[in-house]
């Protein structure tokens, strides 16, 4: 066993496949290492409670909040967010789908949009329409460009043959 | 949020020792409900023991037929695997249509049974809330009670539980498996959520330290034809207003055998015995069907808001049998 206490400690995390040691105390979330501790303001912080997945990450490869996510249980786990997916100056098919249709308005969402489309067409759940908004429901638009956002996934989906 | 502590269990019988020296400890497992109750002021843990590297991610056959569902499965992990959806299709639909992709891919069954009612006066933090605080009220009651319970309710509270996946389990007779400091228990799942009664506070009979280690769910034949309906205010990522879990099994048009649950019309997940003991032996028509839900229903308590959930759940329940008749007849 070990017991962390509530002082803050150095927490190891791997982000991006690169390795990282922040010093931290055991409350602060994910969310809150990755934008306070780390410079890594992609992922944003809409509600912090679970609502609406703004802060979407990826841990061991499966899209989960990180507003919900102590940082110290994410150490030893693959983390990637938003920053980890261009290849340099390249962007990912669905950042760029995202521009190409025009998937958002104020763009506060997005990063976590984002996030999840590329999952929603890894996962297999992007068969039809009524697929990508069930299985993109946990991603809230204030702006509503929700036609747009399934018009990118779509395009990525079709063009890459359901893989990105 | 206040100030943590925070420990990984290697094992169980580290988790159970680390829990239980200290009284206000909490196991952490997706965190879905245990970090937003602390961040929000109303779990007062002040220690977290992380159980997830302990072994009990898998869905296992029991020798009836059934199924062992380990605590730390993930709801988006068991709805996919195929035993669930084959033997309990209702198991694998109510995961599917609770929160989103996301949580579901965080989420245990265990920390799923322990989540907390959404009533936003427990939520909020300064209402009146016997959950809460003992003694001071519930302002449900004459408040915005339109999600709030019809069955099961005391004048104490009339809190909604709010699992999908607990109303399929309890359909089944699902049992909940524990260790802790006295060793294990087999908790019957209708025993495990508790009327509010005068005592809204107390909502399972767990102890300090004690651990979900799994759920099973006994062999059912009639599983195979089970389906789960959910009604709500918008399509996805919502509670419930009404859920039904239903299964349904027939001989020569009549009632052999039937399984009902509601969601978000009780303070706990709801087994619809009345409806059940209404239907066996009855022909397998939607008139039994409508009388069975009547005869469930007949003990409603409505507030101001919720009334409409009589009609509603009784409708729900005759869909949910329809809809399985016609399943287990293709």
Redesign the interface.
């Known amino acids: 066993?070990?017991?962390?206490?509530?002082a803050a400690t150095e927490v190891p995390l791997r982000i991006n496949g690169r390795q990282h040691v922040v010093v931290l105390?055991?409350?602060v979330?994910l969310l809150d290492a990755l934008r306070e501790h780390l410079d890594l303001t992609g992922s944003k912080k809409g509600c912090?409670?679970?609502t609406c997945?703004s802060c979407?990450v990826w841990i061991d490869g499966?899209?989960?909040?990180a507003c919900?996510?102590?940082a110290?249980?994410a150490s030893g786990h693959d983390i990637v967010t938003i920053e980890g997916l261009a290849d340099g100056d390249q962007l990912h098919p669905m950042q760029r789908a995202f521009i190409e249709y025009d998937a958002f308005q104020c763009g506060y969402c997005t990063s976590g949009q984002i996030m999840?489309a590329i999952?929603?067409i890894e996962?297999g759940?992007a068969a039809t329409d009524e697929d990508i908004?069930?299985?993109m429901?946990?991603?809230i638009c204030r702006c509503a460009a929700y036609p747009n956002i399934r018009a990118a996934i779509r395009h990525v989906r079709d063009e890459a043959g359901g893989r990105p | 949020m206040r100030p943590l502590t925070y420990s990984r269990a290697a094992d169980v019988q580290d988790a159970i020792a680390l829990a239980t020296a200290n009284q206000a400890s909490a196991f952490l497992a997706g965190g879905t409900t245990e970090v937003d109750l602390i961040r929000a002021g109303i779990s007062h843990s002040e220690h977290l023991v992380d159980i997830n590297e302990l072994p009990l991610r898998g869905v296992e056959d029991l020798p009836d037929g059934g199924l062992h569902i380990g605590a730390l499965a993930r709801m988006s992990d068991v709805a996919r695997t195929p035993s669930v959806v084959e033997r309990y299709p209702a198991i694998s639909r109510a995961l599917l249509l609770g929160a989103s992709e996301q949580l579901r891919n965080m989420a245990s069954l265990g920390g799923n049974l322990r989540q907390r009612t959404r009533c936003a006066y427990l939520r909020d933090g300064v209402s009146p809330c016997n959950k809460r605080e003992l003694g001071s009220g519930c302002a449900a009651l004459d408040g915005f009670n339109r999600g709030h319970a019809i069955l099961g309710t005391s004048e104490h509270c009339i809190a909604t539980h709010p699992s999908d996946v607990a109303v399929a389990l309890v359909a089944f007779d699902a049992v909940i498996r524990t260790v802790g400091p006295d060793g294990e228990r087999a908790i019957p799942f209708d025993d495990f959520f508790l009327l509010p009664g005068d005592t809204p506070q107390l909502e399972h009979p767990i102890a300090l330290g004690e651990l979900i280690v799994g759920i099973d769910v006994p062999g059912a034949p009639i599983g195979r034809g089970s389906v789960y309906l959910k009604f709500r205010d918008r399509q996805s990522y919502e509670f419930a207003l009404v859920s039904v879990a239903a299964a349904i099994e027939v001989d020569d048009n009549l009632v052999t055998g039937v399984r009902i649950a509601m969601g978000g019309v009780g303070t706990k997940p709801w087994r619809a015995r009345r409806a059940e003991a209404a239907l066996v032996g009855r022909p397998a028509n939607e008139t039994s069907f409508r009388q069975a839900a009547a005869a469930e229903l007949a003990e409603a308590v409505v507030r101001e808001h919720n009334a409409f959930k009589v009609e509603l759940a009784q409708r729900a329940m005759v869909r949910g049998l329809v809809h399985s008749l016609n399943r287990s007849q293709s």
């Open positions: 066993m070990t017991t962390v206490e509530a105390e055991p409350r979330s912090d409670q679970g997945g979407t499966r899209r989960v909040l919900l996510t102590l110290a249980a999840s999952k929603v996962e759940n908004s069930e299985f429901s946990g991603n």
